[in-house]
C-alpha cells in the first residue's frame, strides 16, 4: 500500500511533537490566544487564569516548536502565530469542530 504523502522520517517526528505540544489543552488555549493579535505573557496568563511562570514554560516549548513566534516591544515580548501554515490548519480545525454534528459510520466493503 502507498502512502500518500512523502515525508521524510525527522520531518515525521518533527511534525509529531508539534501535534503532541498542541494536544496540551492548556498549550493549545495559548497558541488559540495568539492567532488573531500579539499577546504578552501577563495578558496570556490573566486571560486564562494561569501564573505568568507557567505561561512562559509553555511558550518557550511553543517557540522551540516553531509553533510561536516572540517580538520584543521594549520590555515587553509579544507571542503570536506568525506562520500562515500554523494560523490555516489551527482554524481550519476550529472551524470543523464549531460543526459539531454527528459522526458518520462508514462501514468497511
Not at 511534525?15 to 499577546?39: G, N, Y
Amino acid at each position: 500500500m502507498a502512502i500518500g504523502i512523502r515525508i521524510e522520517e525527522d520531518e515525521v517526528v518533527e511534525l509529531a511533537e508539534m501535534f503532541r505540544l498542541m494536544s496540551d489543552p492548556t498549550r493549545l488555549k495559548i497558541i488559540l490566544a495568539c492567532l488573531d493579535q500579539p499577546v504578552s505573557v501577563g495578558a496570556t496568563a490573566e486571560g486564562l487564569n494561569i501564573s505568568p511562570s507557567l505561561v512562559s514554560h509553555h511558550l518557550r516549548l511553543l517557540r522551540a516548536a516553531r509553533l510561536l513566534q516572540a517580538d520584543r516591544r521594549g520590555r515587553q515580548v509579544f507571542y503570536m502565530v506568525g506562520d500562515p501554515h500554523i494560523r490555516s490548519m489551527l482554524t481550519d480545525m476550529v472551524d470543523h469542530v464549531a460543526e459539531g454534528g454527528e459522526g458518520e459510520l462508514i462501514e468497511a466493503g
